[in-house]
Each structure stands twice: as structure tokens, then as C-alpha cells.
């Protein structure tokens, strides 16, 4: 990964920072008290090192949490307490608290960091995709169906995008527009920062296929499968934890839920994408995956991408961080930008063709604003 050479207790220390200015709390608090705890820290020791990253030892404990162990690190938590039916109480410490089930906990926390993975099937990311595939539907006047193939799909919720609402709502005056499956468990809201008129025409496009490639795919089905990915949530943000919760009934119901094959992103995409059908479009899109890979591997990955376009049209759509994907070939920002550029970007590759930003994006689908020249 791009940044795991940077010490842990940094990784914590900024992952605290990510989630505050989000609204989160509690692992703000935690992240600080853990950047500081060497005996806490050692539980990392046992994760592959692309996974020595915060969330991991948070999603075990919180794992752990919603599973059903008792511990006083559970009424900190309204994840849990909504899930078990307890009351918060937020009176003690949390830090002392989550430190004190990190060591009761030693052996069932190792054992889970050891074999999971870090696994945010977010389907906030949605809002993006959605304007995405509707630009690339727009270019085949909306008559050819697509063939969607996701990287690092996890549970592959993202590939059912049709199936959930959405309402993008002008940063700026009262402008709405809505689209999708109206009356969907699956309600997603998203600030446009640029009119809302920027957006593509919002229409479902037609979907030929829908395959999902990761290396620990999620049986959706699963209970156990399904509790990790929710305890990769952030354990005081109920809207994104219960649009989670919606997302993984709906695909259960699905009368067509999507393909999922176990695999690496590179070096098992042209085997996969040959398993797809047809000669129509075929859409490989990624969202905050490609930072698992190092900088030669993205490189690798836009080529291999590339390369599958010698039996179809192949587009390129990925939404990822720039600063966390150095070899990712992504467009500056179309207005001036002082710093880094941190924003997560919505690219496109078309089949021949040059990289094109289409949007930048909150990671988790918060917001959007879509550049007006794609429109």
C-alpha cells in the first residue's frame, strides 16, 4: 500500500482526523488513545502488512462487540446498543474502556486479525457510480446494455446500484433531482456542489451483466460474512450502518443478485472479464480499492484494464484518492487547488481514449460535484 510506511501510531493519529471531519467521535478519541498504547498497537503485528491499518483492529473489536460479547466497551457503542437492544452509556471512558477489551480479548482479536481483511462495501460510493454510468450509457445513445465487472467487490452491493434511490439536492438554492428506484429501503442522499443541472441525465441504464472480483469476496448471505462487514462501520454514524443493513437484505431478496469470483485484481482480471458474455461495453470499475496496491501495481492494473479492450469496448471508470494512487494516470483538478489533491476523483477511461476526470467525490458519497465540461 501506498502509505504503510508510515508508523502505525501516525496511521491512527490520521485516521483520526478522517473520521472527525466526518462527525465521528468515538473513534477519534480511541485512534488518539491507541497511536499512544505500544501493547494495543501489537495487535497489528499479526495482519498482512497491505491490512496493518486502523480499521482492522477496529472492526474486530467492534466484531466482536456486535457479536454479542459482553463488555462495558459495548454501551459506547450505538451500533451495538441499536443491534442488542441496550441502553448507551457514554459516562465511562471510552479509550480506558476499548483498551480494557483489547487485553480480555487478546486472543479472539489476534485470531480475527490474522484472517479477515478490511471489508467497506460502501454504498454511498452509489452516488458516484450512478452519474458515472449514466455518462458512459449516454455515449451509446442508451440502446446498449452494459456488462459491469467490480474490483474488489466484497459482497458486490455496489453492482446492484439499480435497486437503490437517490436524491441529489443543490449545495446551493433548493435544486432536487431524483433517480433510481423509487421507494427503495436504500435511500441515498448527495449534495451537489455545482448545480444539480450538472449532472448527467439520470436514468437506470440498461445492464448486461454484473461480476464482482476480490480476494476475500463476501457471501451476503452469510450472518458471520455480513456482521464483519458491518463492523467495518463506524460505531456512532447509525444512517450509514442502517443504509448497510438495507443494502445487504435487498441483495438477499434480489432475484438476480450479482456474480462474485475470488481472485486478484490484477492478475486474475482478463481471466475473469473473459468469463463475461458478449461483445457489447464492458465497465471495470473500482472504488478506494486501488490504494491497496502498490504505485507499480496500479500501473500495472490501468494497462491490464486497458489491454481488455482487444475483444470489446472496455471503459475505465474508478473513483479513488490521487494521493493514495500515484500510478493511477488521474487528471488534475479542473480549478486550481492549493496543496495536495485530496479529493476523491471520479475517472474515466474510454476504449482508446485519454483519462477524463468526470467528478470529485466525498469517499463516502456524501457529496459530489460533477465538472460541467462532461455534462
Known amino acids: 500500500m501506498v502509505l504503510v510506511e508510515q508508523p502505525l501510531p501516525d ?13 465521528g467521535t468515538t473513534y477519534p478519541a480511541i485512534c488518539r488513545a491507541v497511536a499512544e ?3 494495543v498497537l501489537s495487535l497489528l503485528d499479526g495482519a498482512p502488512l497491505p491490512q496493518r491499518r486502523p480499521l482492522l483492529l477496529l472492526a474486530a473489536v467492534h466484531f466482536l462487540l456486535l457479536s454479542g460479547v ?5 454501551s459506547h457503542y ?5 443491534v442488542r437492544g441496550i441502553p448507551l452509556d457514554r459516562t465511562g471512558d471510552v479509550t480506558v474502556a476499548f483498551a480494557a477489551f483489547c487485553r480480555t480479548h487478546r486472543p479472539e482479536l489476534a485470531e480475527l486479525i490474522a484472517t479477515r481483511t478490511t471489508q467497506t462495501n460502501e454504498v454511498g460510493r452509489c452516488t458516484a457510480l450512478l452519474p458515472g454510468l449514466c455518462h458512459l450509457a449516454s455515449l451509446y445513445g442508451w440502446a446498449e446494455p452494459l456488462a459491469l465487472l467490480d474490483l474488489g467487490t466484497s ?4 453492482l446492484l446500484f439499480d435497486d437503490y434511490s437517490y436524491t441529489y439536492r443543490a449545495a446551493v438554492g433548493d435544486g432536487t433531482r431524483r433517480a433510481g ?3 427503495s429501503a436504500v435511500a441515498l442522499d448527495c449534495s451537489s456542489r455545482e448545480d444539480v443541472e450538472h449532472l448527467p441525465e439520470l436514468r437506470l441504464p440498461p445492464v448486461a451483466a454484473r461480476v464482482g472480483l476480490d480476494l476475500s469476496p463476501v457471501d451476503p448471505f452469510s450472518d458471520d460474512a455480513a456482521r464483519w462487514l458491518l463492523a467495518c462501520q463506524w460505531p456512532d454514524n447509525l444512517a450509514r450502518f442502517g443504509r448497510l443493513r438495507a443494502a445487504l437484505a435487498n441483495v438477499r431478496v434480489s432475484p438476480d443478485p450479482p456474480r462474485l469470483e475470488r481472485g486478484d485484481m490484477v492478475n486474475d482480471l482478463e481471466r475473469i472479464a473473459g468469463t463475461i458474455p458478449g461483445d457489447g461495453p464492458l465497465v471495470v470499475f473500482h472504488s478506494w480499492v486501488a490504494a491497496y496496491l502498490d504505485e507499480a501495481q ?6 491490464e484494464v486497458r ?3 482487444r475483444t470489446r469496448p472496455v471503459h475505465h471508470l474508478y473513483c479513488e484518492s490521487p494521493f493514495e494512487t500515484p500510478g493511477l494516470p488521474t487528471p488534475p483538478s479542473p480549478v486550481p487547488r492549493e496543496g495536495p489533491d485530496l479529493a476523491t476523483v471520479l475517472v474515466h477511461i474510454g476504449p482508446g481514449g485519454a483519462p477524463v476526470r468526470l467528478a470529485d467525490t466525498h469517499p463516502h458519497g456524501y457529496w459530489i460535484r460533477w465538472w460541467p465540461a462532461n455534462t
Open 298 to 303: 496500479q500501473r500495472t492494473l490501468a494497462r
Open 307 to 309: 489491454a481488455l479492450g
Open 37 to 39: 498504547d505500544d501493547e
Open 70 to 74: 459482553e463488555h462495558a466497551l459495548a
Open 181 to 183: 428506484a423509487a421507494g
Open 155 to 158: 459482497a458486490g452491493l455496489n
Open 78 to 82: 450505538d451500533t451495538v446498543a441499536e
Open 11 to 23: 496511521h491512527f493519529r490520521g485516521f483520526a482526523a478522517v473520521v472527525e471531519r466526518d462527525g
